[in-house]
C-alpha cells in the first residue's frame, strides 16, 4: 500500500484524474502555428516552471496581447526528457518538453481570455474555469471541401525542371510570400487569395 503525499495542484480534476491548465504560447509561435496545419504543439525550454500537466491533462492554449484563447487539447507525452550523460549519473536531466495534441482549433477565430490570471507560461486552471473558456469556442463548425490553388509562371526548359523548381519556391518562400487560392467547392467564383494566413487582395487597381 502506497500513499499519496506528492502536493495536488490547483487544475487537477479528482473526479476524472486529469487537471486543466493554460499553456502561454512563446513571442511569435501564434503567428507560426496559425500558418501550418500541426497536429501537435511542442514546446521547450520549460525546466524553471514549478508544476506541468502529466499526459491526459486537458490544455487551453493561449496567445497573448491580448490574452486570447486559440486552441484546447490534450497533454499526449511525459513532459520529461531525460537526456542524462550515462557515463556521468550525476548530470542534469534534459530540458522539460510539453507536448499538446490539438483537439479543437480557433487560430483564425480566437476568443477573449483577459479575466484569466496567468502565473508565467504554465498555470493550472480550476476545471470549472477551463470549461467556461472552452465553451466561449461555441460548437465546431461544420466541416466543408474546399479548393486550395497555388499557380506560379515558372521559366525552364523541360517541364520536370518547371515542378523541380516550383517545390523549390514554394519551401524558399512558403506562406509568408507566396499567395494560396481557395474557394469552396462547385463555387470557384467565390475565389480568395490568402497570404500570413489572411486574406490578402491582388488586385493592384483596387490598391489605388
Do not use: C, K
Not at 486529469?18 to 509561435?29: D, H, I, K, Q, Y
Not at 480557433?106 to 477573449?112: G, L, N, Q, R, S
Request: no cysteine; proline share 12%.
Amino acid at each position: 500500500m502506497t500513499t499519496d503525499t506528492a502536493p495536488r495542484v490547483a487544475g487537477a480534476n479528482p473526479t476524472n484524474g486529469t487537471g486543466t491548465w493554460a499553456v502561454l504560447l512563446p513571442a511569435g509561435r501564434y503567428d507560426a502555428e496559425r500558418l501550418v496545419h500541426h497536429d501537435t504543439l511542442e514546446l521547450t525550454g520549460l525546466a524553471e516552471v514549478a508544476a506541468l500537466p502529466s499526459p491526459g491533462d486537458q490544455v487551453a492554449v493561449l496567445a497573448d496581447e491580448p490574452l486570447r484563447l486559440v486552441a484546447v487539447g490534450r497533454v499526449a507525452t511525459p513532459t520529461l526528457r531525460p537526456t542524462e550523460d550515462p557515463d556521468d549519473p550525476q548530470s542534469d536531466p534534459g530540458p522539460q518538453t510539453l507536448v499538446v495534441t490539438y483537439t479543437r482549433r480557433a487560430f483564425d477565430e480566437p476568443v477573449p481570455a483577459d479575466t484569466l490570471a496567468l502565473d508565467g507560461p504554465v498555470t493550472a486552471l480550476d476545471p470549472g474555469a477551463f470549461q467556461d473558456l472552452v465553451d466561449r469556442l461555441g460548437p465546431p463548425p461544420q466541416r466543408q471541401s474546399w479548393l486550395v490553388s497555388l499557380d506560379l509562371p515558372i521559366e525552364a526548359d523541360s517541364r520536370a525542371e518547371a515542378v523541380r523548381l516550383f517545390w523549390a519556391y514554394v519551401q524558399e518562400l512558403g506562406p509568408q510570400e507566396l499567395p494560396a487560392f481557395v474557394s469552396p467547392y462547385g463555387d470557384e467564383l467565390a475565389m480568395q487569395a490568402f497570404v500570413l494566413g489572411a486574406e490578402a487582395n491582388q488586385d493592384p487597381e483596387e490598391d489605388d
